[in-house]
């Protein structure tokens, strides 16, 4: 009897120890941990750290949809292949979501099929980072050729196969016939998808990511491109794109993002394009209209504030920011002016009523180790933008937008359109510009920011290419990365960084479209006309007119 009473004691206690904790996880709307941020913190992005910026957003961001739209149950292994973003940014995204979905006690997990990128050097840092979170994967070279027997695995050194069906597709289509920093091919941009090749490369991605999805049964398409996409500019080439998707049989919408609003410290804005197989074969999907509300709801409520830019840059005792001081200053003299580039600067003095070389930097610049780097066009710019921007005032008299514009120049744009550091509309912290791969970012920390009262070593050097990447978001400052960081160069990370997706703006888009189509069925009965109508006006191009 003793016995059986003993095996029925601890029968019943370990029943009780197995219901107890899912009956938490049970409640549909109750989240486990920390509420969620109103801002990241600075924290999050300094080098080592066990925590970064993209944990820190989804970890609220899921907070926060576990809140409004419930718990989803089940279990979800999503197949997901990611064409030309790059950086990997895109699957340091999703590997934060499956692991604090996990937290919530929401299992997802995303099976990675394959990357394409015909960068080879882009190529070894997919695979260093895969290989950092013990993942595997095919990598193509080429869009072009994933459709056709001609694509090659670098991975396994074979034409791998492709798979006949995937959950999510990512791609980050070449943007040089649609941006605006290329000038002199944006005329181009109009038609930039009429033929199967366009002087920037457009064509070809698109095509090859169109022709890929013919061949496999893709359930959402995410495509990821410059702002200008939506301007009247491109009006052919935007329905172009749409008219391919609606061709397929997809349900397409454009959100345009700003990376500023998913907390990161850059005016970043970029066009989602997203497409859902209409009638879907996986989601239960009775309003193709109230789901497009339901997701341009949830992006509003995982907003959040970033930290000020001058907040997330490394110390200059920072072996990286040491050694690239030290690799600039033995490069030797810098070069001078050439003769159109001299024009050009002193007719912009002569604007002003100055002559060139009348005005000089700051003190605090010139006396710089890293202004003895610079060339005499780019010092003449940082003089420039002081004095246009400063004046004659001193540093006590600056306003807060002052201060924020002073911070930061890119002194590889022409001296009369330099990009530089903006207040962010809160007022409460200074954004980055966007972040090109060319980019040669020049900072200025004053002694005494006023924008948050805080204490800062002041500072005049260059941006480094591990900074623009945590710009983007990019947890190069996580331990599982920071060491294959610091391995790359300087040049590579920048130009890597300029052409990566910002990670916060897609796991947003990602947990959005996620928590909207297990909510649909609930905004079905409660969406009303002019809901919809209100989300269309947040959709429409018309909202993004916006300079990147």
């Known amino acids: 009897m003793w016995l059986a009473r003993k095996r029925a004691g601890a029968a019943s206690a370990e029943s009780t120890a197995d219901v107890k904790q899912p009956r938490v996880l049970s409640r549909r709307h109750t989240p486990v941990g920390a509420p969620p941020l109103a801002a990241l913190d600075a924290s999050l992005f300094k080098a080592g750290a ?35 973003t790059g950086s990997a940014s895109d699957f340091v995204a999703l590997d934060s979501i499956a692991k604090h979905c996990r937290t919530q006690g929401i299992r997802l997990d995303f099976d990675w099929q394959f990357f394409v990128e015909i960068n080879q050097a882009k190529r070894a840092w997919i695979s260093k980072v895969l290989a950092a979170k013990r993942a595997c994967a095919c990598i193509f070279d080429d869009a072009t050729k994933v459709a056709t027997n001609k694509r090659k695995c670098f ?38 998808l009429s033929s199967a090749v366009s002087p920037g490369g457009t064509a070809q991605t698109f095509w090859g990511i169109i022709d890929f999805i013919k061949l496999c049964s893709v359930e959402i398409v995410i495509l990821e491109n410059v702002d200008d996409i939506t301007d009247k500019l491109h009006d052919k080439g935007y329905n172009e794109i749409m008219s391919a998707l609606g061709q397929m049989n997809y349900d397409v919408h454009t959100w345009v993002m700003n990376a500023a609003d998913y907390g990161l410290p850059q005016s970043r804005t970029r066009a989602f394009i997203v497409g859902i197989t209409r009638p ?96 005499s066009r780019e ?10 921007v400063g004046g004659k005032k001193a540093k006590g008299e600056f306003t807060n937008e002052q201060r924020a514009r002073l911070m930061g120049t890119d002194v590889n744009n022409s001296i009369s359109m330099p990009a530089g550091t903006t207040l962010a509309a809160s007022g409460e912290c ?11 970012f020049w900072l200025s920390i004053l002694p005494l920011t006023t924008i948050k009262e805080t204490e800062l070593e002041a500072r005049d050097r260059l941006m480094l290419g591990y ?9 190069v400052n996580h331990v599982d990365f920071d060491e294959i960081a610091r391995g790359e160069s300087n040049h590579f990370l920048q130009d890597l960084s300029g052409n990566a997706l910002p990670s916060t703006c897609l796991a947003a888009l990602v947990l959005s479209i996620t928590f909207a189509l297990i909510d649909n069925d609930v905004e079905v009965a409660s969406c009303s006309s002019a809901d919809v109508k209100d989300a269309v006006k947040l959709l429409t191009r018309s909202t993004a007119r916006s300079s990147s």
């Open 50 to 84: 066990e925590d970064s910026c993209l944990d820190g957003f989804v970890r609220s961001g899921i907070y926060s949809l576990v809140v409004a739209a419930g718990r989803p149950g089940g279990d979800r292994s999503l197949r997901v292949a990611s064409f030309c």
């Open 155 to 192: 991975v396994h050194d074979d034409a791998c196969d492709i798979p006949d069906t995937l959950d999510l597709l990512i791609g980050g289509f070449s943007c040089k016939d649609f941006s605006r920093a290329r000038t002199s091919q944006r005329q181009q941009g109009a038609s930039a």
């Open 280 to 375: 879907s074969t996986k989601y239960c999907i009775p309003n193709y209209g109230a789901l497009m509300v339901s997701i341009t709801k949830y992006l509003k409520m995982v907003v959040i504030e970033p930290p000020s830019l001058e907040e997330i840059l490394l110390d200059e005792s920072d072996p990286l920011v040491r050694n690239e001081l030290r690799r600039l200053l033995a490069k030797g003299e810098p070069k001078g002016f050439d003769q159109s580039t001299l024009i050009t600067h002193c007719s912009q003095w002569q604007k002003l009523g100055l002559r060139m070389n009348m005005i000089r930097p700051r003190s605090q610049t010139t006396e710089s180790n890293w202004f003895q780097t610079l060339c």
């Open 379 to 388: 010092r003449d710019i940082i003089a420039y933008r002081q004095h246009v």
């Open 430 to 440: 200074v954004l980055a510009p966007t972040v090109m791969p060319s980019m040669k």
């Open 467 to 475: 900074e623009s990447m945590l710009l983007q978001g990019w947890p």
